[in-house]
């Protein structure tokens, strides 16, 4: 089965650019999407078609894909970006949506 | 909104019935996805539904004993679950999925399933 993974945790200071990773094969031929998740709440799109934000997702979340590797960056990092980050990619092989490991950040 | 109902306590082997009401948007415009996250877990995806009830996509682990389904008309989705296991114990969330874009963008709040004797 196809897997994406990423980094458990990321750790970053107030202002500064949170980077995290989500690793699969050939990622960069599908394409990518991030949710935020904050403890006890429901995901939130942050970023789909690899780079696009939906509507009212602040300019500091940014996403690009190639190879095998997605990221999303915040920059300017705030504390209330502090939560669990997923991507999340459709295999066309196998009709199946896949999730990332997710990674906890933490704005220190 | 997407308000999910029906999870509860159930105990090992037996049957429950999700549903996923839909408002404030028509539900036949989008296709749907259920997402469950057991505790202190990652998301997993679940199932897929088209826009006018097919086709139907399953994760591997789950084939045969999930069925998802919805009626347009009534704006609802629903996710019929048998043969329930402890490992099935999650927060069950429905999800939007706008044609074309592969994501979710609009989530409801879960509906809790444990599956205990």
């Known amino acids: 089965s196809y897997e994406l993974t990423q980094p458990p945790s990321v750790s970053v200071s107030p202002g500064q650019t949170a980077s995290i990773t989500c690793s699969g094969d050939?990622?960069?031929?599908?394409?990518t999407c991030w949710y935020q998740q904050k403890p006890g709440q429901s995901p939130v799109l942050v970023i789909y078609?690899?780079?696009k934000r939906p509507s009212g997702i602040p300019e500091r979340f940014f996403g690009y894909s190639s190879g095998n590797t997605a990221t999303l960056t915040i920059s300017g990092t705030q504390a209330m970006d502090e939560a669990d980050y997923y991507c999340?990619?459709?295999?066309?092989?196998?009709?199946?949506?896949?999730f990332g490991t997710g990674t906890k950040v933490t704005v220190l | 909104q997407l308000v999910e109902s029906g999870g509860g306590l159930v105990q090992p082997g037996g049957s429950l019935r999700l549903s996923c009401e839909a408002s404030?948007?028509?539900?036949?415009?989008?296709?749907m996805n259920w997402v469950r996250q057991a505790p202190g877990k990652g998301l997993e995806w679940v199932s897929y539904v088209g826009r006018s009830g097919s086709p139907t996509y399953y994760a591997d682990s789950l084939k045969g004993r999930f069925s998802i389904s919805r009626d347009n008309a009534k704006n609802s989705l629903y996710l019929q679950m048998n043969s329930l296991r402890a490992e099935d114990t999650a927060v069950y969330f429905c999800?939007?999925?706008?044609?074309?874009?592969?994501?979710?963008?609009?989530w409801g709040q879960g509906t809790l399933v444990t599956v205990s004797s």
């Open positions: 078609q690899d780079v």
């Open positions: 404030g948007f028509t539900l036949s415009s989008y296709e």
């Open positions: 999800a939007r999925e706008t044609t074309g874009t592969n994501s979710c963008d609009f």
């Open positions: 999340q990619a459709w295999d066309s092989r196998t009709k199946s949506t896949v």
């Open positions: 050939n990622l960069g031929e599908k394409f």
